[in-house]
């Protein structure tokens, strides 16, 4: 599918022929691609115009012919100079084109002139619409699901071909009972001696050496250890120390003097200390 733009530069024309026997053309060219249809600007009294003139034209599939008409502007109806037709197909293959496209005389055929074209085309990528495309997604993925189910049912045949293959070959071969072996008594082992546990000899240990002494080793002072402290109650009063309490003298005994003519009484008087006599 073709889509793009195509861009057509109008250049120039050269040997134009003349409709008239007297002056010349006032030329223009006109441009058509399927109902597109455009012009240039008509040069006056001259048969060799230069129109330098650009146009786009929109291309989808199935445009690929451009018509080219060449006419001479004046007062009554314009008058056909010439035609040309240029395929395209060429063009959006290579992407330009540029080349003198020869006209011809609509009736006769005969050669009236040339003109200069170049083209350029810039294709587009055309996208899929919404709908097309969940319609091919749903295509794929319903072709994807029909090998699956393809693959599966062979897969399937295949086993079930296996099973009974496996149960028509036991079917087929005859029962064969197995051969009775004569009893043979079992050989006994000889007895073995039960084996002890092994005995490992203690070795003696070794007092460890003495400590070396060393040189140095100065005997260190012994210091008495403090006395211990009272402990106090907080609030408490701490005791107070105990004095010796020194011997009571009994009082003085103090005698009154002596009164003049009365008696004075008699106080019995503590004896003598004996006297030592010493020899």
């Known amino acids: 599918m073709v889509h793009g733009v195509l861009d057509v530069h109008a250049v120039a024309a050269r ?6 026997l007297i002056g010349k053309i006032n030329p223009y060219l006109t441009m058509r691609i399927d109902q597109i249809k455009q012009r240039t600007q008509a040069h006056s009294q001259t048969n060799d115009p230069s129109f330098n003139e650009h146009f786009k034209f929109d ?14 502007d004046k007062t009554g ?6 035609t040309a037709v240029v395929d395209l197909s060429k063009t959006f293959a290579s992407g330009t084109f540029d080349a003198w496209v020869q006209l011809q005389r609509p009736h006769t055929g005969q050669p009236s002139g040339e003109v200069r074209l170049v083209l350029q085309f810039f294709a587009m990528v055309m996208r899929p619409p919404i709908g097309t ?4 997604l749903r295509r794929s993925m319903l072709t994807s699901v029909m090998r699956l189910a393809q693959g599966a049912h062979g ?20 029962l064969q009972q197995p051969m009775q072996q004569p009893f043979q008594q079992p050989m006994q082992q000889p007895m073995q001696p039960p084996m002890q546990p092994p005995v490992y000899a203690m070795v003696p240990q070794q007092p460890p050496p003495p400590m070396p002494v060393s040189a140095y080793a100065v005997a260190q002072p012994m210091y008495a250890q403090p006395m211990p402290q009272p402990a106090y109650t907080y609030g408490a009063q701490p005791p107070q120390p105990m004095y010796a309490m020194a011997p009571q003298q009994p009082p003085p005994v103090f005698m009154a003097p002596p009164a003049y003519g009365v008696p004075q009484p008699m106080y019995p008087t503590a004896p003598p200390p004996p006297q030592t006599f010493y020899r």
């Open 15 to 20: 040997d134009l022929k003349k409709t008239k």
């Open 59 to 72: 291309i989808i599939d199935g445009q690929d012919k451009l018509y080219l008409e060449l006419f001479d």
């Open 77 to 82: 109806p314009d008058a056909e100079i010439g």
């Open 133 to 136: 495309a969940m319609l091919m």
């Open 155 to 174: 897969l399937n045949a295949l086993a079930d071909q296996g099973v009974q293959q496996g149960v028509q070959q036991p079917m087929q071969q005859p």
